[in-house]
């Protein structure tokens, strides 16, 4: 058994639905999370940004006694996991592997959608990972960024929220996909509109889910669980607007959020 | 004459909607641009994060000839333009008094409303400014954080576009405003769905357009104005993704901007 926290970054708020998967998998685990709420969104960014960015919380979370850390970011995990990987020492996973192998595990007509922002469907690392597993699967990627402010504004069931859905997705409708991995945080929480749009014959993979799944097995077999324990010690920390962060992720992780604290991220 | 350039900043390309205008009005003018597109959007964040990039932006531009500086970003202008006044010798103007000014003029009915982004609205920098000029108006603010994703998005003439407007502007509209300030920059171009979905009673305020015609007359009274010249320099700098803002950019000012170079602003 492994007592070190693991470490947990996003772009701000949106990483919680993946920390929200990995206490409801393996809730005897300590956690440093960090949100970069200043310089949210990545997903509109460059390369070399997001790169940096990404290499600066790394080395913040690096400062505490963690296991391993989780990039809780789809655009983070699909442009610069690679090379946090080749940067540090210890072991990183992203959302991306475990969101792609759900999404081939799923799929029966081999066809598969993918919606992030604009920079993680650019990438194309989902393609390209789901491709490498089967290349047979034909994998069509849509950038949807409007849905991150849809879910921000409380729209997720709206009208509005409707309509952008059936002005993004009628290319994979088309296409007649039947599985669509939901590559952005907040799109898990559209899922009723998704549903409401496509129908009920496509599933919807959420790679948060996906992720914590993996990461429990890495633990497990590692024998780095904590299976039992105190009560974990879960600290969080930002960029910006610890005050709306604690009542926003109150609201998404389900649970008070006591412990925020402000960083000066660009230090790092 | 002053032969100095004007400095101009913005959390992006936004602030090109404001420079057009500049440069209509005052076309032999030198241009220093800086769009901060690393750090956008600053209408979501913390008012001391806002006014620690704005002073950045500020000490960038300073070491530049510059014998002014216009604050193009509503939010900016909401938020930091008085501190950035008190810090920093030269004349430095934002965009709030001239719109609000532009409102108060327009007026009949002496209700006016404002739309911005969460953090201009807030402040109510514009709701104050025409509380003070005249204490009879009544003046309501709405936040409306998803038009600037719908113009990115280049919906900005979509059933999208147009409902989100209904379901922003409704309680404006119970309240009879005749008169409407347009308080983000993106702002101006949903001026067609805009007027579509309020009808053609309400006059629309545009404050790049105020902005400029302020600056016109006081650079005309301290006889700093350039009336005639050689071609005038325009250099635009961004904190990232510098191909984006040539393309993007070009397209809102209606030129090809060639000079756009990288800034780690961070460092300032």
Partial sequence: MDKRAIGVFDSGVGGLTVLREIIEQMPFEDIIYFGDTARIPYGTKSSQTVIKYSQQNVRFLSQYDIKTIVVACNTASSIALKNLQESFDIPIIGVIDPGAKGAVQKTENNKIGVIGTTATVRSSAYQDRIREINPEISVIGTPCPLFVQIVEEGW????VAELAAKKYLIELMDHEVDTLVLGCTHYP???????????NKVTLINPAY???KALKEILTEKKMLRKSGETPVRRFFVSDAPEKFRRIGGNILNMEINNVDEVEIEKY
Avoid: F, M, W
């Avoid at 997720?156 to 009208?159: L, P, T, V, Y």
């Avoid at 009723?192 to 749009?197: A, C, I, S």
């Fill in 210 to 212: 996906e992720t914590a």
């Fill in 156 to 159: 997720e069931d709206s009208d």
């Fill in 189 to 199: 929480l559209l899922r009723y509109t998704l549903n409401k749009v496509l129908g």
